[in-house]
């Protein structure tokens, strides 16, 4: 995985992507004009054998662009990482630099695209180009990997194909996104979800997750409220082994 995180930090794919992370480096924000921004492409964190994945969207310009951790030093990674602190899967409820000792338990916090975008709306394209470093990761955890949460509609639209890619059985249709949708998906190893070891959809079989985005438009409104985060980080932590 150490490897994967070192590849996906050098990856210069996406020339719009590129030249908006780097450009938003350069300037700052003058709130943050004492900062070093990271201003490449952010990695996943957590655990190499985590068996519980977050997925999210893409870095926030001012958040992971520039501490280079995903969900830190921005609101959205506030509301996440003190619901993932009041369950018992993180070390500290706030996560502001990647010196700042936070660890997680059990999960791995990923995006699908790993650039900061403008107006933090990627295009399909650039989702489409970004998707093979997912599907390398998902790879990565797949001895270990018991359940996903996927953040927001994007997400969900993201990591479907990449999950087809890496070995696990998407229903046809695709499911569709909803908060607290749960989807079984059978692993390579044991076809039609037979059950075993590992849970329903066989000994590495997955738990899929829908969760509206910790963006500040559902936090600000309502929309999604800690409790709702708390409940659907809670059920796929079961889902995961970790509770």
């Known amino acids: 995985m150490v490897v994967l995180d070192r590849r996906v930090g050098g990856c210069r794919a996406c020339p719009r992507l590129v030249d908006w992370r780097e450009e938003v480096a350069r300037t700052k924000r003058a709130a943050f004009a004492d900062w070093t921004y990271w201003g490449r ?11 519980l994945l977050i997925v999210g969207l893409a870095p926030a310009a001012h958040g992971g662009n520039r501490t280079g951790r995903m969900f830190t030093g921005d609101r959205s990674g506030d509301v996440l990482y ?10 500290q ?3 502001v630099s990647v010196d700042d000792g936070l660890e997680l338990y059990g999960v791995r916090i990923t995006s699908p695209v790993h650039c900061a975008p403008p107006a933090n709306k990627p295009t399909p394209g650039e989702r489409d180009t970004c998707r093979p470093w997912l599907v390398q990761e998902l790879r990565l955890l797949r001895p270990t ?17 990449a999950f087809a890619e890496a070995g696990w059985t998407v229903p046809r249709p695709r499911p569709a996104f909803g908060h607290g949708t749960r989807v079984q998906l059978d692993g390579p190893d044991r076809p039609g979800g037979q059950g075993g070891p590992g849970g329903p959809g066989g000994a590495d079989g997955l738990d899929v997750f829908g969760c509206f985005h910790v963006s500040q438009r559902n936090t600000f409104t309502g929309r999604l409220t800690p409790e709702m985060l708390r409940d659907v980080l809670r059920t796929a932590a079961g889902a995961a082994g970790l509770r």
């Open 93 to 95: 409820p706030t996560a």
């Open 145 to 161: 990997l018991r359940a996903v949460v996927v953040l927001g509609a994007f997400g969900w639209q993201a990591a479907l194909p």
């Open 82 to 91: 003190q619901a993932l602190y009041d369950v018992g899967l993180a070390s």
């Open 41 to 51: 492409p952010v990695p996943g964190f957590g655990p190499s054998d985590a068996r």
